[in-house]
């Protein structure tokens, strides 16, 4: 079973940042797939960003120019990189590790962007 914890989630001013890290307990190369969602109280969970194999990222449009994702290998470690943060940015961040016919998710982390 892997396992995911995320990390570096917080209470933030609006136009803040924060870094989130998401440690994987196997190498994160044997995935098809590591991104990042997201879940307000009372919405669906939505993707914020992804990077599939080769290194190739996708971002919601909410969070394009704000957000960045990357990670490393060497750590098993996926990071998401958030700046000019909003207050509709506040949910529970998860992290999802992805292959052809499995998925695992971590437990998530609270990100509150707030004044």
């Known amino acids: 079973q892997v396992q995911l914890v995320e990390s570096g989630g917080g209470l933030v001013q609006p136009g803040g940042s924060l870094r989130l890290s998401c440690a994987a307990s196997?190498?994160?190369?044997?995935?098809?797939?590591m991104g990042w969602y997201r879940q307000a109280p009372g919405k669906q969970r939505e993707l914020v960003a992804n990077?599939?194999?080769?290194?190739?990222?996708n971002y919601a449009g909410s969070v394009k120019g704000r957000f960045t994702i990357s990670s490393d290998s060497a750590k098993n470690t996926v990071y998401l990189q958030m700046n000019s943060l909003k207050p509709e940015d506040t949910a529970v961040y998860y992290c999802?590790?992805?292959?052809?016919?499995?998925?695992?998710w971590g437990q998530g982390t609270q990100v509150t962007v707030s004044s």
């Open positions: 999802k590790a992805s292959g052809y016919a499995y998925e695992y």
């Open positions: 990077i599939i194999s080769r290194g190739i990222t």
């Open positions: 196997e190498n994160i190369l044997r995935f098809n797939a």
